[in-house]
């Protein structure tokens, strides 16, 4: 594993643990490099990454903060990178995406309220036995907002 890629496993593992919440500010380079035991050009290029996914967003002047990490700006870079690949690669992708939605439902499902659960619960009730694509996704898009 390069440097860089430790640097991005370090960053994301701050993220997953909540050192680093959506729209918080990083430490300044010095410090979170010494933090992470990296040298300062290896957190560079891992935040130049992060920041080319859109995990991170880098404000000239002001600081680099954690994005909200709204799957809607997530998939986006998804997107990008399926408009280029039109061989097996696109479906690598989508399996990679169904691990990420796979263990993203989990997250959820465990940090959700009660009264969120209820919610999905209630929403899940309207659909019946048996519901069409475009119920499925009109009712999946009003559950998001």
Excluded: C, W
């Amino acid at each position: 594993m390069s440097l860089t890629d430790t640097a991005i496993s370090k960053i994301k593992e701050m993220i997953q643990d909540g050192r680093l919440a959506p729209g918080s500010k990083l430490p300044r380079e010095a410090d979170l490099a010494e933090d992470l035991g990296i040298s300062r050009n290896s957190l560079r290029e891992a935040v130049r990454a992060l920041s080319l996914i859109r995990i991170l967003d880098v404000r000239q002047g002001d600081g680099t903060y954690v994005t909200s990490l709204q799957p809607e700006i997530l998939m986006e870079t998804m997107g990008f990178i399926v408009d280029f690949h039109h061989d097996a690669s696109v479906l690598h992708l989508f399996e990679v995406r169904r691990a990420l939605e796979s263990a993203t439902a989990e997250l959820a499902a465990v940090l959700m309220s009660d009264a969120d659960a209820d919610a999905l619960m209630q929403n899940l009730d309207t659909l019946g036995d048996d519901p069409d694509i475009d119920t499925l996704v009109a009712t999946t898009s009003n559950s998001i907002r």
